[in-house]
C-alpha cells in the first residue's frame, strides 16, 4: 500500500470522526527497512518518521536530513537511560517516558539544553508483564512526578496486546490523558489506526502498510 493510500485513508477516517483535516500526525515508522524504502517516502513528501533503536537512527537520519531539509524524527522503541542524552539531542519526540529513573534524566537533560523534545508517557494498558510502560493505575501519580521535575508531558502512549480488541485500550489512554489534561494521544499502528483516529489519537505510527514487510537480518 502506497504513502498516498495511506494518507487518503487517514483523511477519510478524520472526517468520519468529525475531526479537522491533519489533526492527525502519521509517523511513517521507518525502523529497520532499507534505505531505498525510506528514500522513497522522503521523495514521496512525508517529513515525519519513526525509529525504534537509538544507533540505528543515529546512523540513519543525520545524512538524511542533510540531504532531505527538514525532517521530524520519533522515538517509539524503549529508552535505555544511558541513551538518553543522545536521544534528546537526536529525536524531535518520544513516545517512550515510562519510568522513574528516564524521567530525572530527561529532566537533567531538557534543563541543561533549554530545549525538549515532545514528551510521552507509554502506558502499559494491558498490563502485559513482558511489555514496558506504567501500569495504569500508576499514571496518574507518574505524571505528578514529572511535572514535579518540570518534566514537560504532551500525551500518552500504548501498543494494545497482540491479537485483542484495542478499542477498550484506546478509550482507556484517552480517559487518562483527558483526566490529567494532556492533549496528545499516541495510539495506532498499521491494523487498527482507523479505530484510533475515531477514539481521538493524535498520532498514529504507521510501518509495514507504507514500506512493506520488515526483514530483521540487518
Not at 36 to 42: I, Q, S, T, W
Not at 96 to 111: C, F, G, I, M, Y
Request: charged content about 20%.
Amino acid at each position: 500500500m502506497s504513502l498516498a493510500e495511506i494518507t487518503a485513508r487517514v483523511r477519510a477516517a478524520e472526517q468520519a470522526a468529525g475531526r479537522a483535516e491533519g489533526s492527525v500526525t502519521l509517523i511513517a515508522v521507518s525502523k529497520v527497512q532499507p534505505l531505498d524504502r525510506v528514500e522513497a517516502v522522503l521523495q514521496a513528501g512525508h517529513r515525519i518518521f519513526g525509529e525504534n533503536y537509538v544507533q540505528e537512527a543515529a546512523g540513519k537520519w543525520p545524512d538524511l536530513r542533510a540531504r532531505f531539509g527538514a525532517v521530524a524524527v520519533h522515538m517509539i522503541g524503549p529508552l535505555q537511560t544511558n541513551k538518553a542524552k543522545v536521544a534528546v539531542d537526536l529525536f524531535d519526540a518520544i513516545h517512550t517516558v515510562d519510568r522513574p529513573s528516564l524521567a530525572e534524566k530527561l529532566a537533567r537533560l531538557v534543563q541543561e539544553r533549554g530545549r525538549c523534545p515532545e514528551l510521552f508517557v507509554q502506558v502499559n494498558t494491558g498490563e502485559e508483564p513482558q511489555k514496558a510502560g506504567v501500569m495504569p493505575g500508576d499514571v496518574d501519580a507518574f505524571l505528578a512526578t514529572c511535572a514535579a521535575m518540570d518534566l514537560p508531558i504532551q500525551g500518552l502512549m500504548c501498543i494494545p496486546p497482540e491479537g485483542e480488541d484495542s478499542t477498550p485500550h484506546f478509550a482507556a489512554l484517552a480517559g487518562m490523558a483527558a483526566r490529567n489534561g494532556l492533549s496528545g494521544l499516541s495510539m495506532g499502528m498499521s491494523g487498527d489506526f482507523e479505530t484510533a483516529i475515531a477514539a481521538g489519537a493524535t498520532h498514529i505510527r504507521v510501518g509495514s502498510a507504507i514500506f512493506g514487510a520488515r526483514s530483521y537480518a540487518v
